[in-house]
Structure formats: C-alpha cells, structure tokens
C-alpha cells in the first residue's frame, strides 16, 4: 500500500529532521464554501472528532457521526433547525470517502 500524505504532513516530518519519505505528497485544494452554507460547514468541522467507528479484521469502518455529541455542538454555535439536516447530508457524503467507497 502507498503511503500518500498531505503537504502539511511532508512539511511537519522535514521541520523535525525525521527521516520519512512518503511514496506521494499530495496538494492541498481549496474550495469555497457558500456563505449560505458557512454555520453548516463549521458545525461540521467543529464534530470532526466526534465520528463512531468499529474496528474488524478488515481495519476500521466509519459509522456515522455521534449526533448527541453534534447536539452539543448545535446547541453551542446557535445553530439554525436546518443545519443538522446540512451536518446529516456532509456525513452522509464524507463516510463514503473514509470508508474508500464510489459515490452513489
């Protein structure tokens, strides 16, 4: 299996002189998020330790988001009704990602 790390990764292992050479350095994108979408995007950032995960022969498999932990985070950011719906839909996209599977 490659070993493929971000730029922030690469540049991390340098500044320490430890010696880790990756098989890929992959390049930041950006992307803009909407203003309309900006609260969903942050409450989505601000649960990205909050994913359930199970363990098994294969590795690890995310499950979703611990949505009574998101609550906290909703609660706290003032967060529209509509924005656990927005977190909901981020999730749903994101666990195909981490779970390496085609989107659908």
Same mark, same amino acid.
């Given at each position: 299996?490659?070993? @493929? @790390? ?6 991390? %292992? ?9 098989d890929?350095? /992959?390049?930041?994108?950006?992307? +803009? @998020?909407? =203003? @309309? *979408?900006h609260?969903?995007?942050?409450? %989505? !950032?601000?649960?990205? $330790?909050?994913? #359930? ?7 690890? $498999? %995310? ?13 706290? !950011?003032? /967060? ?8 909901? =839909?981020m +999730? ?6 981490? *779970?390496?599977?085609? =989107? #659908?």
């Amino acid at each position: 299996m490659a070993t @493929v @790390v971000d730029e922030d990764i690469a540049d991390d %292992f340098a500044i320490m002189g430890a010696p880790y050479e990756p098989d890929e350095v /992959s390049k930041k994108e950006a992307f +803009e @998020v909407l =203003a @309309v *979408n900006h609260l969903s995007f942050k409450v %989505f !950032l601000e649960c990205r $330790t909050q994913w #359930r995960t199970a363990s098994t022969m294969a590795g690890i $498999t %995310f499950i979703g988001l611990d949505y009574s932990a998101c609550k906290l985070v909703l609660d706290d !950011l003032q /967060s529209p009704p509509d924005a656990f719906s927005d977190l909901r =839909a981020m +999730e749903h996209e994101a666990l195909k990602h981490l *779970n390496h599977r085609e =989107a #659908r």
